[in-house]
Every structure is written in C-alpha cells, then in structure tokens.
C-alpha cells in the first residue's frame, strides 16, 4: 500500500463517523491518528461527550473486533485479561480470554479500578501479551486501547501514576459541543438515530484487519529528516526547564509524538513529516506528560498553555 492509497482510506473512515460524530472533528482526527500510529489514548471529558459512542463507532468502520469493559472498584484482573477454567471432560485447564483479547478495547473511567485492576490493564498495553497461570498470551496484532476517564468526579477513584499515564501516546481532551452541533444532534436523534444501535446511522467498513496493519506500515515507514527530529527532541527538553514544570515529558513522549507526526502526515497526504505536524500533535501527546508547580494550577494555567507557550519559543527548522 502506498502513501496515497493510506491517505484516501484514512479519510473515508473520518467521514463515515461524521455520520454518528457531529462537531468533533478534531477528536475523531486524533482517534484515527492514534489508530495510524498504533498507539494507545486518553480520553477526557464529562459523561455525555459521546466518548463511548466515538469508539464504538471507530471499530465498526475499521472493520475490527472491539469491546468494552466498564471499570469499577471491584474489577479483578482476571475479569480482563482472562482465567483458566479445568475441564473435566480432558482433565487440564482451559484458558478463557477476557475482553482484553479484542483489537480495539474501550475502557471507561479507568481510573475507577483499584491499582492492581490498572497495573494489568497498562502492562498489557505496554507488553501487547498477558500472562495467566505463568502462560503468555498474544494479544490482537492491532491492538489498541482508548481508555475513558471523567474530569470532574473523583471521589472513589484511583488517579493513575504519572509512570502508568506515560504509556498513553495521547490524551485527548473532548468539550461540549458548539450550540449549533448541539442542535444538530437533536435533529439527527429526531429523524431516527439512535446511539444504542448503530445501525440506524448506516455505518460502512472501509478497512479490516489486514488493511489497517498495512496503514501502520505505511506510517511507521514514513521519512522525518533529521533536523525534524532534533526539534522533537528541542521540544522535549525545554519541557524539564520551564518554570511552571515540575515534571518534564519523557523520552519515551519524543518518541510518541515522532509517531503521533507520522499520523498527521499521513492524514495529510505527505510522505514526509513536516514541523507543522509535530506542532499539531504536541498539546495531545504531551499535556498528560507534564506537571505543574501548584502555584501555576492556582492561577489556572494549564498543561496546554505551557506546551504553546513552549512552541512560539522555539526555533522551526526551515
């Protein structure tokens, strides 16, 4: 598959979900670049963002097996990776995968399971394998995670650690809709849609399994000429000296938003990444990263502000 087929096939899946989607174009374009890129990502917003209803949305026009699983205080491992079950029919244990053994995965309010629950989702989005009973399991070829979390109610969660919220290549952050997509939303569920049954709004495939690794293989090839690089890398280090930071981002994030590039590239129709693309993606691939002093937050400054204080700081390579 080339550059152009890539391109093309991307942009048929972001116009199927503005048949469900409305107004977050913006959102669905980091999804997909998550997806591209094949990475993992954070989303946050309040209950009713359509959040879920975006991924579910995403897996059926990318053609891949998902499922979800609503996290809560009393949710085991073993409720998501699998359990061995003995059969007495062969005398041995039989191995039942959980929902974890899915291509796209959507965890909702991650952050309501307890740290163990959490520790065995993130290690095997780290890994791509579980381990039960000290067996490895593979997990899908494609296998993504878009985990959920709500910004405002915290009481009986458990806050991810900076080291586990690391391994998320985005966080995406989705607001209320424009009164005019507002509207546009009462008029699509009067004419019949229904965000329980997709099938209302007449969703097509446009990829499956073996398409979409060849667009991973496209993106993952993709040229970024080394003085690119190096901005990446400028980018990241001047996140560790700003006052307003008490923790910088990560090499591990130079190279999420190198990747994260690539996508933007590729829904852009470039065989190369441009300066342009990696500004595009730094707010999503480095907000969750980064922690500001208190003193900083008391103002309401944000991650946010830091990250485009930071660009117009920094020299683009020409």
């Known amino acids: 598959m080339d550059i152009q087929k890539a391109t093309e096939l991307s942009h048929r899946v972001l116009d199927e979900l503005r048949k469900v989607v409305v107004g977050q174009d913006g959102v669905i374009a980091h999804m997909m670049a998550a997806i591209l890129a094949g990475g993992h990502a954070l989303l946050e917003g309040v209950p009713g963002t359509a959040k879920t209803l975006i991924a579910r949305s995403l897996s059926a026009v990318v053609g891949v097996a998902f499922k979800r699983i609503q996290l809560t205080p009393d949710l085991m491992p073993s409720d998501i990776i699998g359990v061995s079950i003995y059969n007495t029919a062969t005398a041995e244990f039989v191995f039942r995968p959980g929902p974890i053994f899915a291509d796209l995965v959507l965890a909702d309010e991650i952050n309501r399971p307890p740290a163990k629950t959490q520790a065995a989702l993130l290690e095997a989005m780290q890994e791509r394998q579980a381990t039960v009973d000290g067996k490895t399991h593979p997990l899908s070829a494609v296998f993504t995670v878009f985990a959920t979390q709500n910004p405002v109610e915290f009481e009986g969660t458990y806050p991810l650690p900076e080291a586990e919220v690391d391994r998320f290549m985005l966080k995406i952050l989705i607001d209320y809709p424009a009164e005019g997509t507002e509207a546009e939303i009462l ?31 496209v993106t993952r090839g993709l040229h970024v000429e080394q003085d690119v690089r190096r901005y990446i890398t400028q980018i990241i280090r001047a996140t560790r000296t700003m006052p307003q930071v008490s923790l910088g981002a990560s090499p591990r994030a130079g190279v999420m938003l190198m990747l994260a590039a690539k996508a933007a590239a590729v829904l852009a129709g470039r065989q190369f990444v441009t300066p342009d693309d990696v500004k595009a993606m730094a707010g999503a691939a480095l907000r969750h990263r980064i922690i500001l002093h208190p003193e900083y937050e008391v103002e309401g400054r944000t991650a946010d502000d830091c990250i485009n204080e930071l660009l117009t700081g920094i020299e683009v390579p020409r």
């Open 187 to 217: 008029d699509k569920v009067h004419a019949g849609f229904d965000a329980g049954d997709l099938t209302t709004a007449h969703l097509q495939p446009v990829l499956d399994l073996e398409a979409l690794s060849q667009i991973r293989a």
